[in-house]
């Protein structure tokens, strides 16, 4: 179940300064207009997507407070938002979150011995972030590539047919930072939303 | 060979642009609609009997039908993207490979009804779709197919791509709704129907991927003659998500006229079982639907074999039937452990639950530690009993088919199953070693 989890870190205090940089927010305003006048919290999902992405990789409550002022609501109306749903982290992660799917197909077809394996691999357990700061690893439910089972999901793109082999060459290729920012680089925010 | 209809053109290259596209006859259905009545539209897919390709399965005419047209209020269509019930991948594989088949679908579709905004709703994790849906909907706009003033019609549309952010039940019509609205996906309370109160209140027609690109080949050959297709009540052709212990995991479109045997078996579809163990069970819809043991999937009761249809699939009712649902097919073969299956799927289920529902937010959890400890070797014979008591209380006592969905597997994998969970329960020795579930050349 999708519970409240805001209370773990509201206490975190938060001095960084959160800002869109203008670019962004000139696509945080061309993603309000495409729904109608008043109906401005509608791009509030978009909106956390990208926040989450520019504003340092989680949504803390002051980067949550940020969006509601961008689209006039109420702070409350954005931490529910954001507890609902499982790609917003209200908690910080690592560079590389590891989405390892765990339901029924990729289980049946070793997902759960990839996820054992990478455990044991970064030395943390399932929700847990390793020490450096790179990498998360977390358990998601069906990530919709059951055809290509096991499948993990790396940031925003799909890494299939795992084996433990694919696995460990795709984390030397993360540590050595090879792919590092390729999806910002290409103007993240503007190819995806 | 099976007749392709939506899949025909998928394999020729550049297909996801605009020009290739239009070179193989893109967007000559949409000329054709155009030159209809919205109403003749709708009555060409009323014809062509297509059901949703959502799971539901509800004749897409007659939901089109349903919308308040009297309503001074805007109308809305809403594309379903937000594929999320395990083992289905389809969508996903028609929007990548032919992202300009679903965008013609939806304007002829926002024609029919009246539309002038449409939204594709498309599941947080498949943002690389996003890219590829907005470049299509560019190329038409840029080409007059969309946007203002379609083709001198005095017709106007536009779409815009949505993301959703990882939940499940974003994936039922009134959650997607809420969510759209920038809320929590809490599903309403039906009545009212999104065709009369929907996104802002305003009449809104929520359909899948798959069922709005159909809508283009219906118009392109006519709902008379696309209602040919296939067999009874099950006309057409339908996407199936493929996986599981298969040679040949994959989407295939298929004719509803085949039988499960020739899609599981041959070669053009699943290519049989993977290293030739026999196979124990399907879950022929999508995990929503209940599971089948090898002999009722391939036989119906009365010993017809069992065709990739929605009443063959349904033959026998949950007693020894299933359902079509979303296509999703897995297969699993001998040494998979149904227990651990039923768990992972609860699992499933309670993570999922926008826990709105008492018997859903709690029964499913309730379910999901019972068959914890039944998998682990530490569940006790009356367990049983239990689960499916509880199952029976989650059924038809929920605000939205969540709950049903979740009680649906456990129920069936009882049903025909028992003897694996007693096994667990006077085992616990050898269940405890078993790892993650595989439970080889078991023998009760
Ligand atoms: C929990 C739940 C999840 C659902 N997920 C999806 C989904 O991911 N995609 C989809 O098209 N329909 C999904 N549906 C069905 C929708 O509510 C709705 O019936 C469907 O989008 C209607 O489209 P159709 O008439 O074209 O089938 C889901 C339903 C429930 C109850
Ligand atoms: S059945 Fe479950 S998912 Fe559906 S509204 Fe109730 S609690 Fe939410
Ligand atoms: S079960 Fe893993 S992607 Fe669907």
């Known amino acids: 179940m999708h519970g409240f989890k805001i209370h773990h870190v509201l206490h975190k205090k938060d001095n960084t300064k959160v800002e869109f940089s203008p670019e962004i927010l000139s696509k945080v305003q061309q993603i309000?207009?495409?729904?109608?006048?008043?109906?401005?919290?509608?791009?509030?999902?978009?909106?956390?997507?990208?926040a989450q992405e520019e504003l340092g990789g989680w949504l803390s409550p002051a980067v949550m407070d940020y969006v509601a002022s961008l689209l006039s609501i109420q702070p409350i109306e954005v931490y529910e938002v954001a507890t609902f749903y499982t790609q917003f982290y209200t908690q910080p992660v690592g560079k590389y979150v590891l989405e390892i799917c765990q339901t029924a197909t990729c289980a049946a077809c070793g997902g759960e011995d990839i996820m054992e394996h990478l455990e044991n691999k970064l030395g943390i357990?399932?929700?847990?972030?390793?020490?450096?700061?790179?990498?998360?690893?977390?358990?998601?439910?069906?990530?919709?590539?059951?055809?290509?089972?096991?499948?993990?999901?790396?940031?925003?793109?799909?890494?299939?047919?795992?084996?433990?082999?694919?696995?460990?060459?795709?984390?030397?290729?993360l540590k050595n930072n090879k792919n590092a920012d390729k999806a910002k680089e290409s103007k993240w925010a503007e190819k995806f939303f | 060979?099976?007749?392709?209809?939506?899949?025909?053109?998928?394999?020729?290259?550049?297909?996801?642009?605009?020009?290739?596209?239009?070179?193989?006859?893109?967007?000559?259905?949409?000329?054709?609609?155009?030159?209809?009545?919205?109403?003749?539209?709708?009555?060409?897919?009323?014809?062509?009997?297509?059901?949703?390709?959502?799971?539901?399965?509800?004749?897409?005419?007659?939901?089109?039908?349903?919308?308040?047209?009297?309503?001074?209020?805007?109308?809305y269509?809403?594309?379903?993207?937000?594929?999320?019930?395990?083992?289905?991948?389809?969508?996903?594989?028609?929007?990548?490979?032919?992202?300009?088949?679903?965008?013609?679908?939806?304007?002829?579709?926002?024609?029919?009804?009246?539309?002038?905004?449409c939204y594709i709703y498309v599941r947080g994790e498949f943002k690389y779709l996003i890219g590829i849906l907005n470049k299509a909907i560019c190329e038409a706009n840029a080409n007059k197919f969309l946007g203002k003033n379609i083709l001198n019609t005095g017709y106007s549309l536009d779409i815009h791509v949505h993301s959703g952010a990882g939940a499940y039940i974003c994936g039922e019509e009134t959650a997607q709704i809420e969510s759209l609205e920038g809320k929590r996906g809490n599903p309403r309370i039906k009545p009212p129907f999104p065709a009369l109160k929907g996104l802002y209140d305003c009449p809104t027609v929520v359909n899948n991927v798959e069922t709005l690109a159909a809508v283009v080949p219906i118009i392109s050959m006519g709902g008379e003659e696309y209602a040919k297709i296939g067999t009874g009540r099950s006309t057409g052709t339908?996407?199936?998500?493929?996986?599981?212990?298969?040679?040949?995991?994959?989407?295939?479109?298929?004719?509803?006229?085949?039988?499960?045997?020739?899609?599981?078996?041959?070669?053009?579809?699943?290519?049989?079982?993977?290293?030739?163990?026999?196979?124990?069970?399907?879950?022929?819809?999508?995990?929503?639907?209940?599971?089948?043991?090898?002999?009722?999937?391939?036989?119906?009761?009365?010993?017809?074999?069992?065709?990739?249809?929605?009443?063959?699939?349904?033959?026998?009712?949950f007693a020894t039937g299933t359902m079509l649902g979303s296509g999703g097919f897995i297969a699993y073969d001998e040494d998979s452990c149904i227990v651990r299956n039923t768990w992972n799927l609860t699992r499933f289920y309670h993570h999922e639950s926008c826990g709105q529902c008492s018997p859903c937010r709690e029964g499913t959890g309730w379910m999901e530690r019972v068959l914890h400890r039944l998998e682990n070797?530490?569940?006790?014979?009356?367990?049983?009993?239990?689960?499916?008591?509880?199952?029976?209380?989650?059924?038809?006592?929920?605000?939205?088919?969540?709950?049903?969905?979740?009680?649906?597997?456990?129920?069936?994998?009882?049903?025909?199953?028992?003897?694996?969970?007693?096994?667990?329960?006077?085992?616990?020795?050898?269940?405890?070693?078993?790892?993650h579930g595989s439970l080889k050349k078991y023998t009760v």
Request: with cysteine.
């Open chain 1, 32 to 50: 309000i207009k495409r729904y109608p006048e008043g109906r401005h919290k509608s791009a509030l999902l978009p909106i956390l997507h990208i």
């Open chain 2, 377 to 435: 070797g530490e569940g006790r014979m009356h367990d049983i009993d239990l689960l499916t008591n509880i199952s029976k209380n989650i059924e038809g006592n929920t605000i939205c088919p969540l709950g049903d969905a979740a009680a649906w597997p456990v129920a069936s994998a009882i049903r025909h199953f028992r003897d694996e969970f007693e096994f667990h329960v006077k085992n616990p020795g050898i269940v405890k070693n078993i790892k």
């Open chain 1, 125 to 173: 357990k399932a929700g847990e972030t390793t020490t450096d700061g790179l990498f998360t690893l977390k358990g998601v439910e069906c990530l919709g590539g059951c055809g290509y089972a096991p499948v993990m999901q790396v940031n925003t793109e799909f890494h299939e047919h795992l084996t433990t082999e694919k696995v460990d060459a795709l984390l030397e290729e």
């Open chain 2, 77 to 117: 269509l809403i594309c379903n993207a937000d594929e999320s019930e395990p083992g289905t991948f389809k969508d996903r594989y028609l929007i990548e490979k032919l992202p300009h088949l679903l965008v013609e679908g939806l304007i002829i579709s926002s024609y029919a009804l009246g539309v002038n905004t």
């Open chain 2, 238 to 317: 339908k996407l199936i998500s493929a996986s599981g212990h298969i040679n040949r995991p994959g989407v295939y479109e298929i004719e509803m006229n085949i039988s499960v045997e020739e899609f599981l078996m041959s070669d053009e579809y699943c290519g049989g079982m993977k290293n030739g163990k026999p196979l124990k069970a399907v879950i022929a819809g999508g995990s929503s639907v209940p599971i089948l043991p090898a002999h009722l999937i391939l036989k119906t009761a009365n010993g017809e074999n069992r065709m990739m249809t929605y009443e063959s699939l349904a033959d026998g009712g």
């Open chain 2, 1 to 75: 060979m099976g007749r392709k209809i939506l899949l025909e053109n998928i394999d020729k290259e550049g297909i996801e642009r605009f020009d290739v596209y239009r070179k193989h006859g893109g967007y000559t259905a949409l000329e054709k609609a155009l030159k209809l009545t919205p109403d003749e539209v709708t009555e060409e897919v009323k014809k062509s009997g297509m059901r949703g390709r959502g799971g539901a399965g509800f004749p897409t005419g007659m939901k089109w039908s349903f919308l308040d047209k009297k309503s001074n209020n805007p109308r």
